[in-house]
């Protein structure tokens, strides 16, 4: 029988970014991004040696807040591009990500309704987290939500069947 000797390495990732946000016919318009140089990525050639390949990426989002009939939106885009693909990296060049949130008050602003919604473009994956938030005493709020997992694959999807649900109480003082 052989030994495995498994010894952790850590890289320098050397980054640059940055973001803005702005006002725009009453909604608030907003975006980052990120280049990250030097990332070790996952490949399966079967020439390299560790299983990793080091490669450049870019990494941004574009992002939009606004109210339409009493309902608070929020809807964002993200991406991560990987720059200078090579076909055995193991993860997809563009890997493209969008987010909604819906919110609204009820009940003199005491009852808040919520759903974030995250879905993965790449794999018609989603993560669904519904949520229900009173204020039932000052300094007593209890919410019950749930995580709800869609898809067979992707970052998402490969959670199916693992769906939780939740009730909590938080004390302020």
Do not use: C
């Not at 055995?88 to 949130?101: C, G, K, N």
């Amino acid at each position: 029988m052989t030994a495995i000797d498994v010894q952790p390495r850590y890289h320098r990732l050397a980054l640059a970014g940055g973001s803005f946000s702005t006002t725009l016919a009453g909604a608030v318009l907003r975006a980052e991004g990120a280049f990250y140089s030097g990332k070790r990525l996952a490949t399966t050639a079967p020439t390299d040696a560790d299983g990793l390949v080091e490669k450049n990426y870019l990494h941004y989002l574009a992002g939009l807040d606004f109210s339409l009939a009493g309902l608070q939106l929020s809807a964002q885009l993200v991406q991560r591009v990987i720059l200078d693909y090579e076909e055995p990296i193991v993860q997809d060049r563009f890997d493209t990500t969008a987010t909604l949130r819906v919110s609204d008050t009820l009940l003199r602003d005491t009852l808040r309704l919520e759903l974030f919604a995250y879905l993965g473009l790449n794999d018609w994956d989603a993560l669904l987290r519904p949520k229900l938030s009173w204020a039932a005493a000052d300094g007593l709020e209890i919410s019950a939500g749930a995580d709800l997992f869609l898809g067979d694959e992707g970052t998402f999807g490969r959670f199916d069947g693992n769906d939780q649900a939740y009730l909590k109480a938080k004390v302020s003082f």
